[in-house]
């Protein structure tokens, strides 16, 4: 297998391009698709400030690396979600990276700041971790964005990522979900960040290959909570379909954006935002979704505090005390 452009080995063949790249060429290729996505789509021009939100996972660090290599202005933000050894390495790792290329780094500890991780947060709610945990993370990446005066904020989401969102709003039919998936969403307010994705064109194994080739050193665990999220199964049966039919997922994303997402967007800004009346971020009821739910976190911790001590104090609790 011989490199498409010089003709020396190849280390990496992209079948969806029919093409194989030796490694100088490869990182090449690798920019070239991010340069491509910032200029076509517009997503933040060479003096803004860009926020990036980094999980120490092979996407946002080799994200923040090209955007950096490239001389754009970022900075990076981890959200310390609380869950277990998982969460303690992908510190560890986003820290020594942002150390060793000299980046700035923001950190935001979920349990510190709103009193209980992502496992806490689960269990109190009876609800899916997954669930809590990316209201949290995209409230907070906004919130910290606007707070710090950035322009964009950028994630790390790839093809495979976006494919597999994509299958599942189209399972489910949530038109609101598919009128708002894009690589950009536009700010629609002073305090809503513009949010991009420059990766989206790539897959999860050519961003591997990019960190791996630059020698980063990204958690390679998978979040334990992972495996109950039904995007892993989304994601497999596209990679059927891609190993079948090479530049499938390409094909299904591109299609969309271009043929259907425009279409999508009748009716989709017909709303008023206002601020919440607890934090002050942009929502179109009186409190914001992340308000409601850590609300709801706190009462049911409060209540069940209050049914141990009356339990353990000899007194029957009342049925509404148990509910
Ligand atoms: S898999 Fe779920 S719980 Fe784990 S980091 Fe992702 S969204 Fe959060
Ligand atoms: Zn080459
Ligand atoms: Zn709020």
């Given at each position: 297998?011989?490199?498409?452009?010089?003709?020396?080995?190849?280390?990496?063949?992209?079948?969806?391009?029919?093409?194989?790249?030796?490694?100088?060429?490869?990182?090449?290729?690798?920019e070239t698709q991010v340069e491509r996505v910032i200029r076509r789509r517009r997503?933040?021009?060479?003096?803004?400030?860009?926020?990036?939100?980094?999980?120490?996972?092979?996407?946002?660090?080799?994200?923040?690396?090209?955007?950096?290599?490239?001389?754009?202005?970022?900075?990076?933000?981890?959200?310390?979600?609380?869950?277990?050894?998982?969460?303690?390495?992908?510190?560890?790792?986003?820290?020594?990276?942002?150390?060793?290329?000299?980046?700035?780094?923001?950190?935001?500890?979920?349990?510190?700041?709103?009193?209980?991780?992502?496992?806490?947060?689960?269990?109190?709610?009876?609800?899916?971790?997954?669930?809590?945990?990316?209201?949290?993370?995209?409230?907070?990446?906004?919130?910290?964005?606007?707070?710090?005066?950035?322009?964009?904020?950028?994630?790390?989401?790839?093809?495979?990522?976006?494919?597999?969102?994509?299958?599942?709003?189209?399972?489910?039919?949530?038109?609101?979900?598919?009128?708002?998936?894009?690589?950009?969403?536009?700010?629609?307010?002073?305090?809503?960040?513009?949010?991009?994705?420059?990766?989206?064109?790539?897959?999860?194994?050519?961003?591997?290959?990019?960190?791996?080739?630059?020698?980063?050193?990204?958690?390679?665990?998978?979040?334990?909570?992972?495996?109950?999220?039904?995007?892993?199964?989304?994601?497999?049966?596209?990679?059927?379909?891609?190993?079948?039919?090479?530049?499938?997922?390409?094909?299904?994303?591109?299609?969309?954006?271009?043929?259907?997402?425009?279409?999508?967007?009748?009716?989709?800004?017909?709303?008023?935002?206002?601020?919440?009346?607890?934090?002050?971020?942009?929502?179109?009821?009186?409190?914001?979704?992340?308000?409601?739910?850590?609300?709801?976190?706190?009462?049911r911790a409060e209540k069940r505090k209050r049914y141990r001590e009356t339990a353990?104090?000899?007194?029957?609790?009342?049925?509404?005390?148990?509910?």
């Amino acid at each position: 297998m011989r490199c498409i452009k010089c003709g020396e080995k190849a280390i990496m063949e992209l079948p969806r391009h029919n093409s194989a790249f030796c490694k100088p060429d490869y990182l090449e290729y690798f920019e070239t698709q991010v340069e491509r996505v910032i200029r076509r789509r517009r997503t933040f021009n060479r003096d803004d400030r860009i926020l990036i939100g980094v999980s120490g996972g092979k996407d946002s660090l080799s994200l923040w690396h090209v955007l950096a290599r490239m001389g754009y202005k970022t900075a990076g933000l981890h959200i310390h979600l609380g869950i277990g050894e998982y969460s303690s390495l992908s510190y560890e790792k986003t820290l020594r990276f942002s150390e060793q290329h000299g980046l700035t780094l923001f950190t935001v500890d979920l349990a510190g700041k709103y009193g209980m991780n992502v496992t806490e947060l689960s269990r109190t709610l009876r609800r899916a971790p997954c669930s809590g945990c990316g209201l949290s993370k995209r409230y907070i990446l906004n919130r910290e964005a606007y707070e710090r005066g950035f322009d964009a904020l950028a994630t790390g989401h790839n093809l495979d990522d976006e494919t597999a969102t994509l299958l599942g709003n189209i399972l489910h039919w949530q038109i609101g979900h598919l009128a708002r998936q894009s690589p950009v969403l536009p700010s629609t307010g002073e305090k809503l960040i513009k949010r991009v994705k420059p990766l989206y064109t790539l897959t999860e194994r050519e961003t591997a290959a990019y960190a791996l080739l630059h020698g980063i050193d990204y958690i390679l665990e998978e979040c334990p909570n992972a495996w109950k999220a039904k995007s892993l199964l989304y994601k497999d049966a596209l990679a059927r379909i891609e190993a079948e039919s090479p530049g499938a997922k390409q094909r299904f994303l591109t299609q969309f954006l271009e043929a259907a997402q425009a279409r999508l967007q009748v009716g989709a800004d017909d709303y008023v935002l206002r601020d919440c009346v607890r934090c002050g971020q942009p929502t179109t009821a009186e409190l914001c979704a992340f308000c409601r739910m850590w609300q709801q976190a706190t009462e049911r911790a409060e209540k069940r505090k209050r049914y141990r001590e009356t339990a353990s104090g000899r007194e029957m609790p009342t049925l509404q005390e148990r509910f």
